[in-house]
């Protein structure tokens, strides 16, 4: 698996290039615009909501004594855990909305890496609508596993030293949903939903390293949330489609054991 994080990894160093080749920027606008807006909203979400969120968690401390403090310590850990949750659903939630516009990024990096590709078979013409509801029906699903496993892996990470296996477990599983997402607008024109879903478990780790550029990305301020998704739609779009290709020539990585 750490291989294929590796490679994965490593499909974000053209990726700038490539956009430019393949004049790729003007699909994004939209969903740029999207992320802005929404990332805006989680904003104000956190700003709004952290004092009830702080207020409900300080009445969990009964002593008299570090009351101040533990007040304290609320307020910081519910602007994270509106910020963590919002971010969840704020990637989802984007990603669902850009189908329409990242798939068509992804068929013009098949039509020039691999144009081969689209002759298969398995090749399907998709229309918008079809793209969108594909966008959000992944997506809620993925959003609904990733909240029920980063949510304990959260209250689990505030146990002392410990807490960091959790916390590395719960980036490292929205990293695959991520990644995840992001692969299936190539999937969409090559596998129904379900053998899209049992092809990215087989591949876990190219999900993951693509998930993991995608997190890291959202964290810095601003240029951030707008650089986001080219960047990491084009590098998934890139490495999955080697992985298609591969698999056309029978030369399919070692899949990730499933779990």
Not at 105 to 111: A, G, M, N, Q, T
Not at 135 to 154: A, D, K
Not at 162 to 187: E, H, P, R
Not at 204 to 219: K, P
Request: proline fraction near 4%; charged fraction near 15%.
């Amino acid at each position: 698996m750490i291989k294929n994080i590796l490679t994965a990894l490593k499909a974000y160093g053209s990726s700038f290039k490539l956009m430019s080749t393949l004049g790729l920027w003007k699909y994004f606008l939209v969903p740029m615009c999207i992320s802005f807006l929404f990332a805006v909203l989680i904003g104000f979400a956190a700003y709004g909501l952290s004092d009830n969120l702080a207020g409900f968690l300080a009445r969990i401390w009964i002593w008299e004594t570090g009351s101040q403090t533990f007040t304290a310590f609320a307020e910081v850990l519910s602007v994270i855990f509106i910020v963590i949750i919002g971010l969840l659903v704020y990637k989802h939630f984007v990603m669902a909305l850009s189908a329409p516009f990242m798939s068509p990024v992804s068929e013009k990096i098949e039509k020039f890496l691999y144009p081969d590709l689209q002759q298969d078979a398995t090749h399907r013409v998709t229309s918008n609508a079809s793209q969108l509801y594909r966008g959000v029906h992944i997506n809620i699903r993925n959003l609904g596993f990733e909240l029920l496993i980063t949510i304990p892996c959260l209250l689990l990470s505030l146990i002392p030293v410990f807490g960091i296996v959790f916390w590395i477990i719960g980036f490292l599983v929205q990293s695959y949903y991520a990644g995840f997402g992001n692969m299936d607008y190539t999937l969409e024109r090559h596998f129904k939903y379900k053998d899209s879903i049992r092809f990215v478990k087989s591949h876990r780790g190219f999900a993951i390293g693509n998930g993991i550029v995608f997190n890291a990305v959202l964290l810095i301020p601003i240029i951030g949330i707008i650089l986001v998704l080219p960047i990491s739609v084009t590098a998934a779009s890139k490495t999955t489609l080697e992985l298609l290709h591969q698999q056309k020539l029978g030369r399919v990585p070692s899949p990730d054991v499933a779990v």
